[in-house]
T-cell receptor, first 114, second 113 residues
Framework: NAGVTQTPKFQVLKTGQSMTLQCAQDMNHNSMYWYRQDPGMGLRLIYYSASEGTTDKGEVPNGYNVSRLNKREFSLRLESAAPSQTSVYFC?????????????FGEGSRLTVL | QKEVEQDPGPLSVPEGAIVSLNCTYSNSAFQYFMWYRQYSRKGPELLMYTYSSGNKEDGRFTAQVDKSSKYISLFIRDSQPSDSATYLCAMRALAGGSYIPTFGRGTSLIVHP
């Protein structure tokens, strides 16, 4: 199984450009999440989808939009990229019945905004 | 003040040393306590989790929770260079919050041969 797959792995954008980060999981998980990770800041939740058809804001949603396309896929869109959005983005998923609430992460998408 | 505090390090130790990684927290509702390990340029992976107080051991790794002090620890015995990674603590309440854990900032560990 591939687990959580993110594309692209690397991207360089100019200020004002738009792009979409794609995420897909093959574990039949209900919940999916988008985090950003910056040096010294740890993981910060951008948006999450508790189940297919629902999305909610996390800690740092400004400048982002999300779409839960189906149970497998959860995309993150930057409409007008800014240098402050330079970061590593992680998608994660969680299945039902996982007592600890364990999240399964993708390998990350490294975004640079010039 | 963040809900979960974790010293970012880096922590540099010689191979074979006992490593102690720690987090403090302020939310008394937290019941599940997790440790994730993140290798360079990879996503975090769950290493261990503990429910409520007490100890849990898995090979060279021991997780401890002291709820009275709001303090959790991860001990690594006989540390190896392959243990070099960033270790993130995470915790969540028993119910509600859509099972979203609160993460610490992570501690970078370097085990040198």
């Amino acid at each position: 199984n591939a687990g959580v797959t993110q594309t692209p792995k690397f991207q360089v954008l100019k200020t004002g450009q738009s792009m979409t980060l794609q995420c897909a999981q093959d574990m039949n998980h209900n919940s999916m999440y988008w985090y950003r990770q910056d040096p010294g800041m740890g993981l910060r939740l951008i948006y999450y989808s508790a189940s297919e058809g629902t999305t909610d804001k996390g800690e740092v949603p400004n400048g982002y939009n999300v779409s839960r396309l189906n149970k497998r896929e959860f995309s993150l869109r930057l409409e007008s990229a800014a240098p402050s959005q330079t970061s590593v983005y992680f998608c994660a998923s969680r299945g039902l019945g996982q007592g600890s609430g364990e999240l399964f992460f993708g390998e990350g998408s490294r975004l640079t905004v010039l | 003040q963040k809900e979960v505090e974790q010293d970012p390090g880096p922590l540099s130790v010689p191979e074979g040393a006992i490593v102690s990684l720690n987090c403090t927290y302020s939310n008394s509702a937290f019941q599940y306590f997790m440790w994730y390990r993140q290798y360079s340029r990879k996503g975090p992976e769950l290493l261990m989790y503990t429910y409520s107080s007490g100890n849990k051991e898995d090979g060279r790794f021991t997780a401890q929770v002291d709820k009275s002090s709001k303090y959790i620890s991860l001990f690594i015995r006989d540390s190896q260079p392959s243990d070099s990674a960033t270790y993130l603590c995470a915790m969540r309440a028993l119910a509600g919050g859509s099972y979203i854990p609160t993460f610490g900032r992570g501690t970078s560990l370097i085990v040198h041969p």
